[in-house]
């Protein structure tokens, strides 16, 4: 890994190799870390974490809407404070990859552009127009601007190798027809004349012009990526998509270790130089900003959960993958590759110009085993996978073969808020149409009325009946939620999904004989992120009518009144002062009204284990602690297996002090029960490893002290004699139990298991001693270790799982 000296500047090119550091091509992993999505206390463990599991530069966005919330008034403290992230990047000794965009994506709000842009006068948003290139060009020179008054590109001696340039624009480069591919010109040109002194990308933009390298998003770049558009270009992943983001009523997509890492492998074989895993620490998305039905959770299952905790086996098989491509760095650079057919699926890429210099890797894309020749010797390759062979003979890595161990994270209760008395409310009034100042004879647009100030918009309006009757609602709404209130009373809800936006509220309900009030909530869950023309967005109630038993009332072109936010949020109810402005009530019983604000407060509990409030009693809202919000919730919203979304919610122990936490929270909807929040901690409790005696042996690193860096370059590399069961507590823990423990051949996995019909008596007592009161351990996976081979000619397995504490 290079470690980067205070002013020593680096000269920064690239070819059709790879990017080129000082006169040295190389292969670079990177992993992204959005300085936003957690907070500074976090920062040095998510980089050290990072840098231990092989990685060498830390990826991140660059948020136009947090440091600019206003126009002109720019804010880069606490979070925000890019700078003093990326020199933490640098105290690790690792490089930065800086995607400025300004446009990200990123499943951020607004896809990261501030909502003032949406006010500009004739402005079109990532297109040949004058106004939005105007504030683009004027942000991306703010930034560049700061990064050089710190020194922060590696030509002035900092840890900046890359940057990037608008997002994804290919995705609506259609849209925009000749204007677009005018603006794709005219960024790169700005890219340019902003004169950083390292290279620049654009991602998923296969015609990026010169000399901006065109770059791969996507599961599958080593199959899906066309290649750079220029033989002097080098191939770069710019997101490797370590799961995915999720969104409220929909499943996680788990992404197992064994398909990031043949889908490395695979691209690197292909000659490519970069890899970024988009995401190697989600994080959290903290208060309004997750985009659209995007949950608080960002990327849980990367390599660094959303804690910041080891997500094993990812980030243990994803190491060792680092680990064995970097024996082969030399070889793989050479410039000299042959593509070799094994079979009709199976194929050799050689890397090198010696027979002394020579590294391979051998892919099976076939869904069974294989067994190929190559080079005079037989290779037995599991079912879509791939083997890294750093001297062209020995099996280093397999991407199927999983030597990492794997986690068990658990969160533990540590205080209940059970209690009715540990809890107050304040319940929302519904307000009157003469209580709004915002009048308009149509119904209103939600984003341009609140102006993003507020997920919530209050649309009023009062009728005469002539007789009481039961009547019908029906609202046609292009939104997220909706709740309606009639004479004050709460008569339903409804919301769309992340796909179908779109739904029809239809509710009975009873009329007075004289004057109605009809109050609509209508909500936001964050404001979208993506596609072609943001600034034309909709959201809102698209027509009201009202069936009254005999005629049907509309009320598109009705006078309507307006109230943007509710009113706890105008007196911040969730702050210690803003708490002090409103009348709270003893809580006393489940029988709660929608739109209700309940306060208690908590003792921060002891140790360094990350804390997590468990809100799985609640419907929807949104959660402070000590003034700060740890995002929206939205439990009752379950996916198609019954499961909510989401449960527990990050808390930084940074938010935290050591007694007396203020906990707020805002409920939508009437059956949220706060008697059920409790306030957890979060750690891993009990680990697992399974090895079979076939997989390869853990490499040992080549490095050795008192060697410059082109000394220890492809020096021989050695293996442990056998590969092993490695077991690893987190810090603070030992192993104190061990739960199972059976070499031979043990059915299943760490999942669900079972001793085998072969297994050796000895396994529980070997483990035993080669790791209780340890804080790690390893046992060879070797018949010798166990006292002898009960079961001859059987491919054999060691599976341990133990218990942490």
């Not at 940057?163 to 890219?191: C, D, H, P, T």
């Not at 002194?197 to 990026?208: E, I, L, S, T």
């Not at 029960?673 to 005696?693: A, F, M, Q, R, Y």
Request: hydrophobic share 35%.
């Amino acid at each position: 890994m290079a470690v980067i000296v205070a002013g020593d500047a680096a000269n920064v090119t690239y070819d059709g190799r790879s990017l080129i550091i000082d006169g040295q091509h190389k292969i670079l992993f990177s992993g992204s870390i959005h300085y936003t999505r957690s907070t500074p206390q976090m920062w040095p463990s998510l980089i050290a974490k990072a840098k231990s599991g092989g990685i060498d530069v830390i990826d991140t966005y660059v948020f136009w809407n947090i440091h600019e919330p206003q126009q002109g008034q720019f804010d880069f403290s606490g979070r925000r404070d890019i700078v003093k992230f990326i020199k933490e990047v640098k105290a690790h000794g690792l490089y930065v990859c800086l995607r400025i965009g300004p446009f990200i994506q990123g499943e951020w709000s607004y896809g990261g552009l501030p909502f003032w842009l949406h006010n500009v006068q004739g402005i079109v948003f990532r297109t040949d127009n004058e106004p939005f290139k105007y504030h683009m060009k004027r942000y991306a020179q703010m930034i560049v601007k700061l990064m050089k008054s710190e020194n922060l590109y590696a030509s002035q001696g900092g840890p900046i190798i890359l940057s990037q340039i608008e997002n994804e624009y290919g995705m609506v480069a259609r849209a925009f027809r000749q204007e677009g591919k005018s603006y794709v010109k005219w960024a790169a040109k700005l890219a340019v004349e902003l004169d950083t002194g390292v290279p620049w990308v654009m991602c998923k933009q296969d015609d990026a012009p010169d000399p901006l390298v065109n770059a791969c998003n996507g599961r599958q770049c080593g199959e899906t990526f066309k290649g750079p558009n220029s033989p002097n270009k080098p191939a770069i992943w710019t997101e490797n998509w370590t799961s995915f983001y999720q969104t409220y009523g929909e499943e996680p997509l788990i992404r197992s270790a064994e398909d990031i890492a043949f889908h490395v492998a695979l691209f690197i074989a292909k000659n490519g130089s970069f890899v970024n895993y988009y995401m190697y620490h989600g994080g959290t998305n903290f208060g309004r900003n997750a985009s659209q039905f995007v949950i608080t959770s960002y990327y849980d299952q990367a390599p660094l959960d959303e804690y910041g905790l080891l997500r094993q086996p990812k980030w243990g098989h994803l190491k060792e993958l680092h680990a064995a491509v970097k024996l082969c760095e030399e070889p793989l650079l050479s410039g000299l590759q042959t593509t070799i057919s094994l079979g009709k699926l199976q194929t050799a890429f050689v890397f090198g110009k010696k027979a002394n210099l020579c590294a391979a890797l051998l892919v099976n894309q076939d869904k069974w085993d294989s067994t190929v020749q190559f080079r005079n010797s037989s290779y037995r390759l599991s079912p879509k996978s791939i083997s890294v062979l750093p001297d062209c003979k020995n099996v280093a890595f397999n991407t199927a073969k999983v030597n990492a161990q794997y986690n068990t994270r658990t969160r533990e209760p540590r205080q209940n808020l059970s209690s009715p008395h540990m809890w107050e409310k304040f319940t929302e009034t519904v307000p009157s149409f003469s209580e709004t100042s915002i009048r308009s004879e149509s119904l209103l647009e939600h984003m341009n009325t609140t102006q993003d100030t507020s997920d919530y918009l209050w649309q009023t309006t009062r009728f005469e009946q002539s007789e009481g009757a039961p009547s019908a609602l029906k609202v046609n709404h292009l939104g997220h939620v909706l709740h309606a209130f009639v004479n004050e009373r709460f008569i339903g809800s409804m919301h769309g999904t992340f796909k179908v936006h779109r739904f029809l509220l239809e509710k009975n309900m009873s009329l007075n004989n004289g004057t109605n009030n009809m109050a609509l909530l209508s909500v936001m869950v964050g404001l979208p992120n993506s596609g072609a023309h943001l600034e034309r967005r909709v959201v809102g109630s698209r027509s009201v009518k009202i069936w009254n038993g005999r005629y049907q009332l509309y009320f598109n072109n009705y006078s309507w009144g307006y109230q943007v936010g509710l009113k706890g949020e105008k007196y911040h109810v969730y702050t210690e002062d803003g708490a002090a402005k409103v009348q709270w009530k003893q809580y006393r019983d489940s029988k709660s009204q929608p739109l209700t604000w309940y306060k208690a407060s908590f003792d921060t509990p002891e140790g360094e284990d990350p804390v997590a409030l468990n809100l799985g009693s609640m419907g929807k809202g949104e959660a402070w602690v000590n003034g700060q919000s740890i995002g929206r919730y939205w439990v009752s919203f379950h996916t198609s297996k019954g499961n909510p979304s989401q449960i527990w919610y990050h808390i930084p122990r940074s938010f935290l002090k050591p007694n007396s936490n203020l906990l707020v929270i805002l409920e939508e909807e009437k059956e949220g029960n706060p008697l059920g929040i409790t306030i957890d901690t979060v750690s891993v409790t009990e680990i697992c490893g399974h090895v079979s005696n076939t997989y390869p042996h853990p490499v040992i690193s080549p490095r050795k002290k008192g060697l410059n860096r082109n000394e220890q370059k492809h020096l021989t590399y050695r293996y442990d004699r056998r590969p092993k069961v490695q077991l690893q507590c987190p810090t603070g823990r030992k192993i104190s139990k061990v739960l199972f423990a059976s070499f031979g051949t043990p059915n299943g996995s760490c999942g669900s298991y079972s001793i085998g019909s072969c297994h050796s008596p000895n396994s529980l007592a070997v483990v035993q001693k080669a790791c209780l009161r340890k804080s790690r351990c390893s046992v060879p996976v070797w018949s010798k270790t166990f006292g002898g081979d009960s079961c001859p000619q059987t491919v054999k397995s060691l599976l341990v799982r133990a218990q942490c504490s």
